[in-house]
Each structure stands twice: as structure tokens, then as C-alpha cells.
């Protein structure tokens, strides 16, 4: 039987990516649930190639250009973000990618738990949100959560077999973005464009910027705290140019597991959706043969003081990894449009953080309600 896939973000870089892996194993998987933001013309191309049950668009002023476009076939077809919870608590599929982009991701992914469903996490906000109360609905409903994040996917591969083992570390591989190496007044003069260029990966907008900042890594850090019950100095991140060690584990007695690959997200997304499987593939393999030089560093958090920010919000702990994470969408969203320089989004989430009332033991409706209240303050800095 196949296994039936919701891809909630099925428009985005892991959605259409994960949509190749469909396409090539449809007697593994079949796409039951597609989801899109904005982006109504590809999420109509999508729905017509693999036929789901249901597709939603999040911007109801595309319902009826979607649902006329999709007439002649069986897809049912909703509109709204009331729709995407609603479609996440369904029966119809049997796992999750969670592929939305940031906040927005995280009560979909609730709804999903709530209903019993396997997760594909590819959002990493919705842990830095509300890490506790996810992991907790998980395992109270005994499902999985499984990593599609490189860096976490290699953990998560890394500690197959290890459940009995003590974790003593875990290692974050980072590329260190476009600007590795550069300085403050270099970076003061740095243009969407230009932020926009990985060296290594394929991604989508914000976590390309993300990326050149060290948020990325702040948010994994902070991520991989709830995915596998870590304490917070036990996780350390090193910058890695190569991106071919996607990340390591240190177990107590000083041995070290590294997960390496070639930098291609289609092999952690195929690597959960077929969990507990390993399944074959043509991606390119990594040749040892080949001249090459693997290297480690420490990150520059001088320059790079998001990473700072966020290591702080994780020791920290309470609802100001959601107020850095609210902070850094909006501030993110500012520079992609040219409204902030590079260097003011630091600026900006560090402003809200310190504006923000701390709460040791938030609620859901307290994150919620932090996400809010950060959103609007980092918003007005915008129009200072």
C-alpha cells in the first residue's frame, strides 16, 4: 500500500521537492493533501499532476481561481487558514510534511497530532514557538515526529540504534552562509539580492536570509533542544563550508556519529516519508576519491550576533524563543522588501526581546499572544 502524503506547503522549496520524491516512488507514496499560501497558479499545476483528495489555499481571494481552475476533477478544494486546521484533523492521509513556513505551521501541525498523524517536520519555527507543548502532544499521542531538517535529520539518523546510549553532545553543522568570513562593514552594505545567494543549498527566501544571518542556526539550536530532550549546553554548533557532515552526536564515552551526504534536501524528506525505510534513489553521491578538504570553525558570533541572540533565548527558555522567532519573521519580510538594511534585523529582534514581557511557563494562548504582541512591536520599528 502507499503512504498517503499531506504536504503542507506543497508550493514552497521542501513541498516541491518532496512532490520529485512522490513523483518518483508513486507505488511508495501518493500526494493525498496539498497546500499553498499564495501561490495558486503551481498549486493548480501540482493538483492536476498528482490528483489529491483535497487541496487548500491559504488567500481566500484565490478560492474561486483554484476551485474553477480544478471543476472537472474529484479534488475538493478550501480556502482560508480555518481550513488548513481543519484539513490537518481529517482521516485522509497517513503523514504530515509540515512544510508551511514559519509561525504559521504550527497549529496545523497541532491539529495533526492531535489526530494521531506521523510528522515530517520541516518547520523549525513551530518548535521554537512551542517546542514543550509539541513534543508533549506527541508523545501523548505516541506519534512520531521526525526531522526533515538536515542538520536534525542527521541527528535523528545518528541516534537510530543509540536509545539505551547517553547523549553527552550534539554537533550543528552550519555553511556559514554567503558571508563567511565578512565583517560588520561589509555586511552594513549588503542588498536582498546578494543575501539571497547559498553557496551549498536550494532554499526558499527566508531561510536563504536566515541562513546568511545565523538566525538559522539559532533556530535549530533551539529546535533540536525539544526534538531530542536536550539540555542546552549540550548543543554546540561549528561552521562547516562544505556542508558534507550534516551533523554529529557525541555519546558519553567520547565516540562521535556524523551523518554525511552530498547538500540535497530530496534526501532527508525522502529519508522520513519512507521512515523506518531507507529506499533507493539516483541523487548524487558524495566520492571520497575526489580531492577535497573538510573543515571546521568556530562561528563568528561578533558579526553574526543573531546566533548569540538565540542561544540566549534558548537557555532562557519560556516565550522568548516566540518572541525572537515573531521578531525575526517580521524583520526578515522588512529586508526582502527593501524596507531594513542586513544589519537592522539583528537590531530588531534584540529591541523586541528586550520589550517583550518574559514568561517563564507560557500557555498556548500566551504564545499566541506573545507571537502577536512581538509581531506588532517589531512591525512599528519598521515605520520609525
Keep these: 500500500m502507499t503512504k498517503r502524503i499531506a504536504i503542507f506547503g506543497s508550493t514552497g522549496s521542501i513541498g516541491t521537492q518532496a512532490l520529485d520524491v512522490i513523483r518518483t516512488n508513486p507505488d511508495k507514496f501518493s500526494a493525498e493533501v496539498l497546500t499553498a ?5 503551481l498549486l493548480i499545476r501540482q493538483a492536476l499532476e498528482f490528483q489529491p483528495n483535497i487541496v487548500v489555499i491559504g488567500d481566500e481571494r484565490k478560492y474561486h481561481k483554484v476551485k474553477e481552475a480544478l471543476a472537472k476533477t474529484h479534488i475538493k478544494v478550501f480556502a482560508g487558514e480555518q481550513s488548513l486546521d481543519e484539513v490537518a484533523a481529517m482521516d485522509c492521509y497517513d503523514f504530515m510534511l509540515a512544510a508551511i513556513v514559519g509561525y504559521a505551521g504550527l497549529k496545523p501541525t497541532l491539529q495533526a497530532l492531535e489526530n494521531g498523524k506521523a510528522i515530517g517536520l520541516a518547520n523549525k519555527e513551530t518548535l521554537v514557538v512551542a517546542g514543550d507543548l509539541v513534543m508533549q502532544k506527541a508523545m501523548e499521542k505516541k506519534v512520531p515526529v521526525i526531522p526533515v531538517d538536515s542538520e536534525h535529520s542527521a541527528i ?10 547517553k547523549i553527552e553532545k550534539v554537533i550543528l553543522t552550519a555553511s556559514g552562509g554567503p558571508f563567511l568570513g565578512k565583517k560588520p562593514n561589509f555586511l552594513v552594505n549588503v542588498k536582498r539580492d546578494h543575501a539571497l545567494q547559498h553557496p551549498n543549498w536550494s532554499m526558499g527566501a527566508k531561510i536563504s536570509i536566515d541562513s546568511a544571518t545565523l538566525m538559522n542556526k539559532g533556530l535549530e539550536m ?13 548543543i554546540q554548533v561549528v561552521i562547516h563550508p562544505q556542508s558534507i557532515i550534516h551533523s554529529m552526536v557525541q555519546f558519553e564515552d567520547g565516540s562521535i556519529k556524523a551523518q554525511m551526504g552530498l547538500p540535497d534536501m530530496k534526501l532527508p524528506i525522502q529519508y522520513a516519508m519512507a521512515f523506518p525505510h531507507r529506499i533507493p534513489n539516483k541523487f548524487p553521491r558524495y566520492d571520497f576519491r575526489k580531492p577535497g578538504t573538510l573543515t571546521f570553525e568556530e562561528p563568528d558570533i561578533r558579526t553574526f550576533r543573531n546566533l548569540v541572540l538565540a542561544t540566549d533565548a534558548l537557555f532562557k527558555g519560556g516565550n522568548v524563543p516566540c518572541v525572537l522567532n515573531a521578531a525575526n519573521e517580521i524583520a526578515v519580510f522588512a529586508f526582502l522588501r527593501n524596507r531594513i538594511g542586513f544589519l537592522d534585523i539583528t537590531e530588531m529582534v534584540e529591541r523586541t526581546i528586550d520589550k517583550i514581557p518574559f514568561i517563564e511557563k507560557p500557555t498556548l494562548e500566551e504564545y499566541f499572544e506573545s507571537d502577536a504582541e512581538a509581531r506588532n512591536f517589531a512591525a512599528s520599528l519598521i515605520q520609525m
Design 37 to 41: 499560501h499564495t501561490n495558486e497558479e
Design 222 to 234: 533551539i529546535e533540536a533542544r525539544w526534538l531530542f530532550n536536550l539540555q542546552p549546553d549540550q
Design 156 to 165: 535523528f539518523q545518528c541516534l537510530i540504534g543509540e536509545s539505551r546510549n
